[in-house]
């Protein structure tokens, strides 16, 4: 990683299928495969990482892990004992086999949002990117880790300073608004590194069946997100939202929902987070244009 001092490394879930997630992954949004982890998770990357996305046979069909990278042990240590102060629970490193995520060191915490928060120094990463034929123009991830993560959770104020007090994130802005009468959206988005937000918080009306909302990768050429559109469009997934630009990171995306309900939106050209950041201000709607449910073919 760069010097960097945090960066999304990599999310894990847990769903019944893995085999129909794993052709979503590669086959939609051109991923590449890479080898099952030790404890027999398949594994995704959009990069040179070995893994940027774990899948893990199981039932709870919903995020289990958020892997956060920090460049040393200075910063481990750093990163733990703050951590320590808002978690339920210390995180712990004595349980935490490292070989099992191919890192060097890893700690393990509860988040509220009710997954696991893993912190990690030295996750193994090859001399280049694994190829991903479907996306030539490859992925964005260079100091901003493998994209971001939105979860939606009733823990919503704890959730949020787990991430600000806790992990040390920063908020970049947030989403309020009246999405039906009387319902708000309320989304806070946090970067951590330049990526505009690597982590959003959404604060959940009632308890969803899935914490996940979207995991999102970020292409270097606007036209691999024309690409997996196609491949999106031909394999008749649901597009919850079409083609559109976000208001608040400016984001070129679509967003397919994969055979495990969570979505992936593929994206590009999203704002950089510029230091020091003063565009910390409230947005009324989601995007700019577009963004607009898009039924399968019949
Ligand atoms: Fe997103």
């Known amino acids: 990683m760069s ?5 999304l490394a990599y999310a894990q879930v847990e769903v019944p299928d893995p085999d129909a997630l794993a052709g979503f992954f590669t086959d939609v949004v051109g991923l590449a495969a890479g080898d099952p982890t030790p404890d027999g998770a398949a594994t995704f990357t959009d ?6 996305v774990l899948v893990s046979e199981g039932p709870r069909n ?11 042990d200075a910063a481990f240590e750093a990163r733990l004992a703050r951590l320590a102060a808002v978690a339920d629970g210390a995180p712990t490193e004595a349980d935490a086999d490292p070989g099992a995520r191919r890192v060097r060191r890893r700690a393990v915490v ?3 949002w009710g997954a696991a928060v893993e ?6 990463r090859t001399a280049t990117a694994a190829p991903t034929p479907l996306v030539p123009g490859g992925f964005l991830t260079a100091g901003v880790g493998f994209g971001h993560a939105v979860v939606a959770t ?19 802005d947030w989403l309020e608004t009246e999405i039906v009468e009387g319902v708000t959206l309320e989304v806070r988005f946090l970067h951590c590194n330049a990526r505009h937000h690597s982590l959003a918080l959404a604060r959940a009306p009632f308890e969803l069946p899935q914490a996940l909302h979207h ?3 970020e292409t270097n050429d606007r036209d691999d997100v024309g690409r997996a559109y196609d491949r999106a469009v031909a394999a008749g997934l649901p597009l919850p939202n079409g083609l559109g630009r976000h208001d608040n990171d400016g984001m070129f995306s679509f967003y397919v929902a994969g055979p495990a309900g969570f979505q992936v939106e593929v994206g590009h050209g999203a704002h950089r987070i510029v230091e020091p950041w003063t565009d910390d201000r409230r947005y009324d709607r989601i995007s700019a244009w577009g963004h607009h449910p898009v039924a399968p073919a019949p």
């Open 3 to 7: 010097g960097r001092e945090l960066e």
């Open 47 to 52: 990069d040179a990482a070995v893994h940027r």
């Open 62 to 72: 919903d995020l289990v892990a958020l892997g956060f990278e920090v460049p040393d």
């Open 110 to 112: 509860a988040a509220p």
């Open 119 to 124: 912190v990690v120094v030295g996750l193994e």
């Open 154 to 172: 009733t823990a919503f104020d704890a959730s949020l300073r787990f991430a600000t007090e806790g992990l040390g994130m920063v908020q970049s």
């Open 215 to 217: 995991l999102m990768f």
